[in-house]
Nanobody, 121 residues
Framework: QVQLVEAGGGLVQAGGSLRLSCAAS??????MGWFRQAPGKEREFVTAMGWSGGSTLYADSVKGRFTISRDNAKNTVYLQMNSLKPEDTAVYYC????????????????WGQGTQVTVSS
């Protein structure tokens, strides 16, 4: 049974940092990534990384501030978020794909339960 378990969300002031983690169990995946959903908005792509780390994508809104990494031995993906802004406030979801790395939600096979990130101004 596949499970994605996220951790690391919380409340932080603007300009601060948070690190999210997502541990996958049950199997390995060719792509792992992060999406987010703010209140009243659709879920949107944040970043994703391939198994070897060679394929990495970022949304323009987080480029230069967020960094994705993965520890294949632990089957875990991380999201380091720096210079956080109030508009980064959302529930962040980990996702896993057996088909690679994509920005589109529809190709991701498994989802975590989500972790709240709140950035105060």
């Amino acid at each position: 049974q596949v499970q994605l378990v996220e951790a690391g969300g919380g409340l932080v002031q603007a300009g601060g940092s948070l690190r999210l983690s997502c541990a996958a169990s049950g199997r390995t995946f060719s792509g792992m990534g992060w999406f987010r959903q703010a209140p009243g908005k659709e879920r949107e792509f944040v970043t994703a990384m391939g198994w070897s780390g060679g394929s990495t994508l970022y949304a323009d809104s987080v480029k230069g501030r967020f960094t994705i990494s993965r520890d294949n031995a632990k089957n875990t993906v991380y999201l380091q978020m720096n210079s956080l802004k109030p508009e980064d406030t959302a529930v962040y979801y980990c996702a896993a794909s057996s088909r690679g790395v994509f920005r589109h939600l529809g190709v991701w096979d498994y989802w975590g339960q989500g972790t709240q990130v709140t950035v105060s101004s």
